[in-house]
């Protein structure tokens, strides 16, 4: 079997994907698995790089791995009030792993499903050359009206989230 | 791949600068034993009272928000920016009023206070 560079380089990403997302389930302290999700976010833009996706990997760090990481991590430190060493425990409660048992059950049949009945043609063409043009001659004219709404969700988020924050601070 | 290449040499560069020149400092200092004052966080020069492991104030979870929502407009604006010169003027407006559904965001927080610092 030859394995050349490429799949080399999946093959290590996958795997350092998968493995932090293991730490984020297994450590103990829910900071560490908040940066172990950090290096997960970090394995998937790498893997977006591998397949010439650049600007969706450029996006995957700078969205993911830069700003959905911080909030999870401010999330983290506003709730916690407890030893840190004990924040990411496996549930004690029977209901709880049995939903968590049935859930993944479902996401990985799910996966395993589409996986299974998709016919993957043999070769694919690249998209040619010029992927950011092709982007944005989309983003900004079939999808235009996407592209506000995104700006409209992005302006409610932040809306919301100061009502709820000055609320508890007003109590 | 010859472009991703240069970026991995990048890469592996840029990670082992700093790990040479921590193993250097550590191979030329001199190495008395631990204490435990030694051992404490550096913050500033002051020593660290009670717990560091504590809850955050609401407002940096709010600074975070407002980046975010900024941060994810950069993703939008990054391919408009980097084909300006192909688009129109019709491109023109609908990322003004991309950047001004964001800029009442802004708006809005200043009006609240939530980047206020007390």
């Excluded at chain 1, 049995?98 to 059950?105: K, N, Q, R, S, V």
């Excluded at chain 1, 043999?122 to 950011?132: F, I, M, Q, R």
């Excluded at chain 1, 092709?134 to 919301?160: F, N, Q, R, S, W």
Aim: net charge neutral; aromatic share 14%; with cysteine.
């Amino acid at each position: 079997m030859d394995i050349s560079l490429a799949d080399l380089a999946f093959i290590i990403l996958a795997g350092f994907t998968l493995l932090t997302a293991l730490g984020v389930v297994l450590f103990k302290n829910i900071v560490h698995s908040a940066i172990m999700l950090v290096f997960s976010f970090l394995g998937v833009a790498g893997i977006y790089f591998t397949m010439h996706a650049g600007f969706l990997g450029l996006v995957q760090i700078l969205v993911y791995a830069g700003a959905i990481s911080v909030l999870i991590i401010f999330a983290i430190m506003l709730v916690m009030n407890q030893d840190p060493e004990k924040t990411n425990l496996p549930s004690p409660n029977i209901p709880n792993i049995m939903a968590g048992t049935y859930l993944t059950i479902l996401l990985v049949g799910a996966l395993v499903g589409s996986i299974w009945f998709t016919s993957f043609p043999e070769k694919v063409a690249p998209v040619s050359g010029d992927e950011l043009g092709l982007l944005t001659g989309l983003m900004l004219g079939d999808y235009v009206i996407p592209l506000e709404l995104a700006a409209l969700l992005l302006l409610v988020a932040v809306v919301g989230a100061i009502i709820l924050a000055r609320g508890a601070e007003h109590k | 791949m010859s472009d991703y290449a240069t970026i991995g040499v990048f890469l592996l560069l840029t990670m082992a600068f700093p790990i040479a020149a921590m193993a250097a400092s550590w191979m030329f200092r001199p190495k008395p034993k631990s204490s435990e004052d030694k051992m404490l966080p550096y913050e500033c020069g002051v020593d660290t009272k009670g717990k560091t492991w504590i809850r955050f104030r609401v407002s940096y979870f709010l600074y975070a928000l407002v980046f975010l929502a900024f941060d994810v407009g950069v993703v939008f604006l990054f391919p408009w920016a980097a084909k300006f010169k192909f688009l129109g003027i019709y491109a023109f407006a609908a990322m003004l009023i991309f950047i001004s559904l964001l800029l009442i965001g802004l708006w809005y927080a200043w009006k609240e206070g939530a980047l206020e610092w007390y």
